[in-house]
T-cell receptor, first 116, second 112 residues
Framework: KAGVTQTPRYLIKTRGQQVTLSCSPI?????VSWYQQTPGQGLQFLFE???????NKGNFPGRFSGRQFSNSRSEMNVSTLELGDSALYLC???????????????FGSGTRLTVV | GENVEQHPSTLSVQEGDSAVIKCTYS??????FPWYKQELGKRPQLIID?????GEKKDQRIAVTLNKTAKHFSLHITETQPEDSAVYFC???????????FGTGTRLKVLA
C-alpha cells in the first residue's frame, strides 16, 4: 500500500512569503502529526490532527498553522517566513495516537523548505 | 510535559564494535519508547521500541533497555556494520497527549 506522501519535496521561498505544505497519510490513517527537523534540534513537534480536529500543539508561534480535511489529508501553512524557518518538515500518520504507541506510526519523506 | 535528552550527539565506532546511545525522559508516566533510524536524505524509520512493562527487548543486533526508576533507556547495536551509519532518534510518548517527544539525535558513523 502507498506510504505517507508529502508534497512538494523541495521548496525555496523568500522572507515574508507564506508557504503551504501537504501530507497525504496512509489509507485508513486518521491521525497526522507534523514535525520540524533542523540540525542540532532534532524533531520538534508542531501539531497533530485527528478527524479534522487539532488535538495537540507544540511550542511554535502562531505563524505556523495547519488543518486536516475529511479525507485525512493535512496541510500546514507558515506565514511571514523567516530565515530560521528553513528546515525539513516531516509528517507522520497513524491510525490514532494512543497509550502504548500509535499503531502504524509512519513518517513521510518530508518537504525541505529553504527561506532566502 | 515530556522532555527527552539524548547523548552523545555524535558517535564513531570501528566496524564490528558495539555502539550505545542513551536517552533520559522526564514524564514518569510515559510507557512507550520508540527508536528511529534516519539515513541521509531519507525518512525516519522505526527500528525497535519498548513498552514500560518490560526491561529489555532484542531484535538481532539491536537491543533496547529501559530503567523506569532512573527514567532512562538505551539503544545497543552490536557487531556494527557500515550500513548502520545514520542518525538515530529516541522518543518517549507523552502520557497526557500521547504525542511523541524526540531526542535531538545521535549521528553514528561506523568506520570500515
Amino acid at each position: 500500500k502507498a506510504g505517507v506522501t508529502q508534497t512538494p519535496r523541495y521548496l525555496i521561498k523568500t522572507r515574508g512569503q507564506q508557504v503551504t505544505l501537504s501530507c497525504s497519510p496512509i489509507s485508513g490513517h486518521r491521525s497526522v502529526s507534523w514535525y520540524q527537523q533542523t540540525p542540532g534540534q532534532g524533531l520538534q513537534f508542531l501539531f497533530e490532527y485527528f478527524s479534522e480536529t487539532q488535538r495537540n500543539k507544540g511550542n511554535f508561534p502562531g505563524r505556523f498553522s495547519g488543518r486536516q480535511f475529511s479525507n485525512s489529508r493535512s496541510e500546514m501553512n507558515v506565514s511571514t517566513l523567516e530565515l530560521g524557518d528553513s528546515a525539513l518538515y516531516l509528517c507522520a500518520s497513524s491510525l490514532a495516537l494512543g497509550q502504548g504507541g500509535a499503531v502504524g506510526y509512519t513518517f513521510g519523506s518530508g518537504t525541505r523548505l529553504t527561506v532566502v | 510535559g515530556e522532555n527527552v535528552e539524548q547523548h552523545p550527539s555524535t558517535l564513531s565506532v570501528q566496524e564490528g564494535d558495539s555502539a550505545v546511545i542513551k536517552c533520559t525522559y522526564s514524564d514518569s508516566a510515559s510507557n512507550y519508547f520508540p527508536w528511529y533510524k534516519q539515513e541521509l536524505g531519507k525518512r525516519p524509520q522505526l527500528i525497535i521500541d519498548i513498552r514500560s512493562n518490560v526491561g529489555e527487548k532484542k531484535d538481532q543486533r539491536i537491543a533496547v533497555t529501559l530503567n523506569k526508576t532512573a527514567k532512562h533507556f538505551s539503544l545497543h547495536i552490536t557487531e556494527t556494520q557500515p550500513e548502520d551509519s545514520a542518525v538515530y532518534f529516541c522518543a518517549a510518548e507523552d502520557s497526557g497527549t500521547y504525542k511523541y517527544i524526540f531526542g535531538t539525535g545521535t549521528r553514528l558513523k561506523v568506520l570500515a
